[in-house]
């Protein structure tokens, strides 16, 4: 690998341009192209440098692709206008290797990565598919997220749509809960949101540091909760509420979505 190209330079490819660069990963080796002129602002500010076109042409530089569903098309044709057999890793969330190989010729080598926006702080987990010939792309781009977080190899296509719907959308579904979180917390800090901050991060750093520890998940709440007391009383009340059902549920329709998605871009 020469260089690294992201083709589409928004939301997720500064996310991993950050986790790059507080890696030590050299800014030199990274360019993209966009079209978007507020991006390109926000790229020159961290120091990134445009890429002509002709760049892409050298097979040793890795393109990521990143753009929306509905864009992908146009992007892949005109990649391939430049190069037909390029080294590409594609982000886009619901378009199979099979679609994206219809716009470049049978030596090109394409792989798909699903990187979570943690991958900014060195916090990522990215899943990772590709077919049985492209061994060498597959592994140079598992060394590449490896930088930015942990990395899976998924070995089916199809497993892309659980992994989005579970770890890709994940962390929103934490953000929904800690809501309520802040809500209550908001009132006892005295409308202090940096305060209600800074014991969210603690108390989620609390739970990470249990799970780092080992701890299993029954036992991590058996040690909280005493015969009744206030916990018990708390989870008890949440199973009563299926909660856990309706929690998956969101899941499963998270999945449901990436495949639809995945039939609409054939
Ligand atoms: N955001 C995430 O957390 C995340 C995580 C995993 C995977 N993904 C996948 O990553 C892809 C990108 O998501 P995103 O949130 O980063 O989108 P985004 O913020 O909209 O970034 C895409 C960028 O690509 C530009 N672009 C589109 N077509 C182009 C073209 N032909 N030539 C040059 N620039 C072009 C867009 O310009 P305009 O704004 O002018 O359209 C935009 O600046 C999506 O397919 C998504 O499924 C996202």
Sequence with gaps: MNQIIFYGCGNISQTIIKGLILDGFAKKNILYIDRNPLNKKKLSQYGIKSADKSELTTTKNLIIL????????????????VIS???????????KIKSLKKSFSSKASIVRAMPTSASTYKKGITAIYGERNSEEL????????????????????????NFTGLIGSGPAYFFYLLKIYNEHLLNLCGGKQR????????FLEGISSSISDGIDLDMAIDLI????????????????????????KGIISAINR????SNEYK
């Design 85 to 95: 057999a390029p080294q590409l890793i594609s982000l886009v969330a619901g378009i």
């Design 258 to 261: 990436s495949k639809e998605i």
């Design 225 to 248: 909760a005493s015969k009744k007391g206030t916990t018990e009383a708390g989870i008890n009340s949440l199973k009563d509420n299926n909660v856990l059902q309706l929690f998956e």
């Design 195 to 202: 305060d209600v901050d800074a014991i969210i991060v603690n």
């Design 66 to 81: 990143a753009v929306k569903p509905k864009d992908t098309l146009a992007a892949c044709k005109e990649i391939s206008a």
């Design 138 to 161: 597959i592994l140079n781009t598992k060394k590449l997220f490896s930088r930015v977080g942990i990395s899976i190899l998924l070995q089916e296509e199809v497993e892309m749509n």
